[in-house]
C-alpha cells in the first residue's frame, strides 16, 4: 500500500543501485572508507566517469562524503537501503494480510452455506 | 506498459475453496471491498467499482483522515480462474503504477495462489541496469554488499 512516506527518495535508492558500477562502488565502501583515488583505481573508466557515479549515489545518500586536508573520503550510509528494504517488507507484509482477509471472507461463507444448508453439508462445500 | 520494473515481490497463499471462488472475489466489487485494498479491518472501502475485463478499470477508495483516497488501475489479463494482471496506483500520493500478477493453480479441492508485485519507476530511466536480478539484493542487503567480492566493469 502506498503511503504519503513511499515515493522519491525511495526511487532515488533504487535508482542509484540500477548500475552495476554504482553496486560495485558500494560493495567496495562496504569494506570502508576509501579515497576518491583509490575507489576510482580497479575500474576501468576515468576519474571523471567515476566521480559521476559517486555523485548518484551521493544524491541517494547512500554515500558520504568526508575531507581530511585536500583528501576526499567516501563511506557507505545503508540507511537509504535499510529503508527501501523496510518498505518492501511492509508491502509484501500488507499482501499476507489481505489474501489472509480473502481466505477468512471465503472460509466464512462456508460455514454461513453450512449453517443454511446442513443435511448435506460435504462435497459441496469447500 | 514497461516489463522491467526494478522491484518484485512474490507472496504464495493456500486456500481451501476452488481456484474459482478464489478468482472471483477479486473481481466481485461486493467481495473485494471487504478485503482487497483495505487498510484496516474496521475501516471497509467507501467505494468499489470494477470494469473486470481486459483494458477496463477499476477504483476503489478508502477513507483516511475523513477524505477518501482512491487506489486506481487497469485489468491487463482476466483469465479465470487462472490468471489476473493489473497496474495500481494510488494517484494522490504518486504519479507511478504498480503491477500485480495473480497466478491461481488448482490443488486438491483448494488451490495456491501466487502474487507477484512488480514496482518502482518504469522505463528509460532503467536502461542502464544490466542485471534485472538485483532487486533481490534488496531483501538480502548485507549478504549482497559483504558477500560478494566487488567486481569493476
Known sequence: MRTPATPNHLDQTLLALADPTRRAILQRLAAGELRVTELAQPFAMSLNAVSKHIRVLERAKLVRRRREGREHLLSFTPKPMDEAARWMEAQRASWTSRLQALDDLLQAEDRAAAASAPPHPKGRLR | ?153
Not at chain 2, 491461481?104 to 519507476?121: A, F, K, N, R, S
Open chain 2, 1 to 153: 506498459m514497461s516489463d522491467d520494473r526494478p522491484v518484485k515481490l512474490t507472496v504464495t497463499h493456500r486456500f481451501k475453496a476452488s481456484a474459482e471462488r478464489v478468482f472471483d472475489a477479486w473481481l466481485n466489487p461486493v467481495k473485494a471491498r471487504c478485503w482487497l485494498f483495505v487498510t484496516a479491518p474496521e475501516k471497509p472501502l467507501v467505494r468499489a467499482e470494477i470494469n473486470a475485463r481486459p483494458g477496463g478499470r477499476f477504483c476503489f477508495a478508502d477513507l483516511r483522515d475523513g477524505e477518501a483516497v482512491e487506489h486506481v488501475g487497469e485489468y491487463l489479463e482476466v483469465d479465470r480462474p487462472r490468471r489476473l494482471v493489473f497496474t495500481f496506483g494510488v494517484p494522490k500520493y504518486s504519479p507511478d503504477y504498480d503491477r500485480v500478477t495473480v497466478d491461481i493453480v488448482p490443488e486438491g479441492e483448494g488451490c495456491v495462489l501466487t502474487l507477484t508485485h512488480e514496482m518502482g519507476p518504469e522505463g528509460e530511466k532503467w536502461k542502464d541496469s544490466t542485471e534485472k536480478g538485483w532487486s533481490k539484493m534488496l531483501v538480502g542487503l548485507d549478504t549482497w554488499l559483504y558477500e560478494a567480492p566487488a567486481t569493476a566493469q
